[in-house]
């Protein structure tokens, strides 16, 4: 069974600063890999989908990588911003069967300070 | 594009009572729609992936007589939970996927509490 992990659980850094998530997957049989940001309260906002077969995908200042044989992704915010602080969860749909589904890891909760 | 919709976003109900949410695809036809359940300070939670005009395959722990799932069209599904209990208290949040992609696009979700 795929298990979907995230590193750290919190993370609060000041404004301006680059920041890294981590997330690992247990199964490298993955198709593809999503981040997603969730607002309190609120619903899901994707961010970035590598496929498989890619290594990373870049969006503004948004770069998150993915090295599928070690079972591994991470997301890259440059010049964070209050904006930015949010719940960001990594998921990952797997590769076999006839519907699509979705494991998330349980997230890393990121407060960005003025 | 690709906007799911929930209603309602919240719902307070009393413990006994059935409580049904909505899940539509506003501007695609959904031919797969995803539930999930997520608890406070806790990752999402797969309940059950509905296909349209059949029946909804729920994931093990998941009882389909209490989370009664109908997927009657290409753009509504709707998720009933059936004599609701404090413990059914949580954030359900929807998604649908269709077109032939595998993308899955989230609904806002909504907030259930039962008393």
């Known amino acids: 069974k795929q298990e979907v992990t995230q590193i750290p659980a919190a993370l609060s850094v000041p404004e301006g600063e680059n920041l890294v998530l981590n997330c690992s997957f247990t199964?490298?049989?993955?198709?593809?890999l999503q981040w997603f940001r969730q607002d309190p309260g609120k619903g899901l906002t994707s961010l970035l989908l590598i496929q498989s077969s890619q290594r990373e995908q870049t969006s503004g200042r948004l770069n998150a990588s993915l090295d599928k044989s070690s079972g591994r992704s991470t997301l890259y915010i440059a010049a964070s911003q209050p904006g930015d602080s949010a719940t960001y969860l990594c998921?990952?749909?797997?590769?076999?069967?006839?519907?699509?589904?979705?494991?998330f890891g349980s997230g890393t909760q990121l407060t960005v300070l003025p | 594009g690709a906007v799911v919709s929930q209603h309602p976003s919240r719902v307070i109900c009393k413990s006994g009572t059935s409580v049904k949410i909505e899940c539509r695809s506003l501007?695609?036809?959904?031919?797969?729609m995803f539930w999930y359940r997520q608890f406070p300070k806790q990752s999402l939670m797969l309940m059950a992936t509905?296909?349209?005009?059949?029946?909804?395959?729920?994931e093990q722990g998941v009882e389909k007589d209490k989370f009664l799932i109908n997927h009657a069209s290409l753009t509504l599904s709707t998720l009933t939970v059936t004599s609701a209990h404090p413990e059914d208290s949580s954030f359900y949040i929807c998604?649908?996927?269709?077109?032939?992609?595998?993308?899955?696009?989230f609904g806002p979700g909504t907030r259930l509490t039962v008393l």
């Open positions: 509905s296909n349209e005009g059949s029946k909804a395959t729920y």
């Open positions: 199964d490298s049989a993955i198709y593809n």
């Open positions: 501007d695609f036809q959904a031919t797969t």
């Open positions: 998921a990952v749909n797997r590769a076999s069967g006839s519907a699509r589904q979705l494991t």
């Open positions: 998604s649908a996927s269709g077109g032939g992609g595998d993308t899955q696009y």
